[in-house]
Antibody, heavy 116, light 111 residues
Framework: QAQLQESGPGLVKPSETLSLTCTVS????????WSWIRQPPGKGLEWIGY???????NYNPSLKSRVTISVDTSKKQFSLKLTSVTAADTAVYFC??????????WGRGTLVTVSS | QSALTQPASVSGSPGQSITISCTGT?????????VSWYQQHPGKAPKLMIY???RRPSGVSNRFSGSKSGNTASLTISGLQAEDEAVYYC???????????FGGGTKLTVL
């Protein structure tokens, strides 16, 4: 089965853009809807959005104006950009693979702190 | 859109059964048969336990079961074991664009 690994800066300044990449190993990128999910410290899960390998996307309406998810199938990577970040965007960010209807593949998560 | 509603905590003794509820609306839980449940231990990524309301992924114990009635889905864990102590999240598709909603999470304590 595929494995996922998140990478990117652990510290982002307020008003700047958070950028993360997830590298997929061991499976075809056409198998899943590639997703980003975040979890603020001590809080619950929040779905950010997903991209299919062909490029179609779906975003959380509450974040849609600030989020872009892209995919590079040649590198077996997909990426998250979240603009104009504030302290409220501090969270553990997980990349995940959604089969048809559920997230059955998860990365280990990476903590991103928004602070000056 | 609001998160799905779960109780903040439940508890049970080893060997007992517990049920965690997940209440939404006709636009999410009630409108899709795509409710899933995730188990999360501290510092770990969530793990899929139930999908499509009541289906178990390969490798998940048959002590875990799911159901749905109207706008409320439920996760039942029978024969509680110490390793079941974790936070459980429900999840559903929602709205006409099929975005994804999670519940707020329920902390299960095995006494």
């Amino acid at each position: 089965q595929a494995q996922l690994q998140e990478s990117g800066p652990g510290l982002v300044k307020p008003s700047e853009t958070l950028s993360l990449t997830c590298t997929v190993s061991g499976d075809s990128m056409s198998t899943y809807y590639w997703s980003w999910i975040r979890q603020p410290p001590g809080k619950g899960l929040e779905w950010i959005g997903y991209i299919y390998y062909g490029g179609s996307t779906n975003y959380n309406p509450s974040l849609k104006s600030r989020v872009t998810i892209s995919v590079d199938t040649s590198k077996k990577q997909f990426s998250l950009k979240l603009t104009s970040v504030t302290a409220a965007d501090t969270a553990v960010y997980f990349c995940a693979g959604r089969g048809l209807t559920a997230f059955d593949l998860w990365g280990r998560g990476t903590l991103v702190t928004v602070s000056s | 859109q609001s998160a799905l509603t779960q109780p903040a905590s439940v508890s049970g003794s080893p060997g007992q059964s517990i049920t965690i509820s997940c209440t939404g609306t006709s636009s999410d839980v009630g409108g899709y048969n795509y409710v899933s449940w995730y188990q999360q231990h501290p510092g770990k990524a969530p793990k899929l336990m139930i999908y499509d309301v009541s289906r178990r992924p390969s490798g998940v114990s048959n002590r875990f079961s799911g159901s749905k009635s109207g706008n409320t889905a439920s996760l039942t864990i029978s024969g509680l074991q110490a390793e079941d102590e974790a936070v459980y999240y429900c999840c559903s598709f929602a709205g006409s664009s099929a975005f994804v909603l999670f519940g707020g999470g329920t902390k299960l304590t095995v006494l």
